[in-house]
């Protein structure tokens, strides 16, 4: 008994069935293996922590230029809600010479930590002397993490609440902004972290402040000696050109000006930026100079009997020096000045 072939229509069916089931078979596969690797990975990567950071400043003073440092006392609080963090022991103030806390408190109230303390904190500061005394400074306190990187935990600026005493005076100073904002700061080494490459990144606040000096009764204060000695040597093309004690003037003007340098420099630390300072002494010298060699050459007027010439350059010399030594310093400041707004 023979058998019957199957026609070819329901042969085509079959195969067509079969290669259906093949490939929903596949996709079922491959999907179950990519949700189980997605639910593994989800499961692996746990979110960081949050911390709402303010700081309130209660003072800011001992602007010491020449120390290149300031120092502010200020209250720092927390709110979290993981009480297994404690930022009072993690943070620190991560640009400053020597910090300490203290009044150290937690509470909580209802699901939130709330955690304070104050800190006196020693802050080093890059002065940008430039336009001294007319100058503007950024003084900038940064609040970092020490101990959580920002894969655990993330700080949020409490920007409501973080302000400064509005009592706060500085001599000389107004504070024309105040502004807190949170930070990552990135450091070229993982301190040896097994889980890290490359670099870490840890967490932190910066409160930053803005002031204006109100420097033109400082500037008159540290430059009138400077000033006295320009008047000085320009008091020499009054003498007459036959007069000798006029290089007696002028060493003495050279002097005072070296003086005043002395003591201004006393004030600034040391910089490679040429100061409005640096300007303002060097060109005095420079004009003192210019009297020094006016007087040389008056003085052999003198000796050829030529007084009267002699008084003719005297006179212009101390009308072309004067002018131009107000307008030079007049322009100095002025620019000094309009960079500060």
């Known amino acids: 008994m023979t058998s019957k072939a199957l026609p070819p229509n329901i042969l085509n069916k079959y195969f067509s069935i079969t290669n259906s089931m093949k490939k929903l078979f596949l996709l079922a596969f491959v999907g179950s293996g990519l949700l189980g690797r997605s639910l593994a990975q989800t499961e692996a990567v746990v979110p960081p922590d949050t911390v709402k950071i303010g700081v309130f400043f209660t003072s800011v003073y001992d602007l010491n230029l020449a120390e290149k440092s300031f120092t502010a006392d200020f209250w720092i609080w927390y709110n979290y809600r993981n009480d297994s963090i404690n930022p009072l022991e993690s943070v620190e103030i991560s640009n400053a010479k020597e910090f300490s806390f203290q009044s ?24 940008n002397l430039k336009n001294f005394p007319f100058d503007k400074q950024e003084l900038h306190v940064e609040i970092e993490d020490a101990i959580y990187d920002s894969e655990q935990l993330i700080y949020i600026a409490d920007v409501a609440n973080s302000k400064f005493d509005k009592n706060i005076k500085l001599d000389e100073w107004r504070i024309k902004t105040f502004k807190v904002e949170q930070m990552k700061k990135t450091y070229e080494t993982t301190y040896g972290n097994p889980e890290l490459t490359g670099t870490s990144e840890y967490p932190g606040l910066v409160a930053s402040f803005v002031l204006e000096r109100d420097g033109v009764g400082l ?3 540290l430059f009138v000696g400077i000033f006295v000695a320009y008047l000085i040597s320009l008091s020499v093309f009054f003498m007459g050109p036959e007069n000798p004690e006029r290089f007696g003037m002028i060493v003495g003007a050279l002097f005072a000006g070296v003086a005043n340098k002395y003591i201004v420099e006393s004030l600034m630390p040391q910089t490679i930026m ?13 004009y003192i100079i210019f009297h020094l060699v006016i ?10 009997e030529k007084i009267k010439l002699g008084w003719r350059v005297d006179i212009i010399c101390f009308l072309v020096s004067i002018i131009s030594y107000i307008a030079i310093n007049f322009y100095w400041v002025a620019e000094a000045i309009k960079h500060t707004r």
């Open 104 to 127: 150290e408190d937690i509470e909580k109230i209802g699901d939130i930590n709330w955690a304070t303390h104050k800190c006196k904190a020693t802050v080093k500061k890059e002065w």
């Open 295 to 304: 007087t040389v050459f008056a003085f052999r007027l003198s000796v050829k």
């Open 274 to 286: 040429l100061t409005l300072p640096d300007k303002i002494h060097n060109l005095t010298f420079i």
């Open 219 to 221: 500037f008159f204060k």
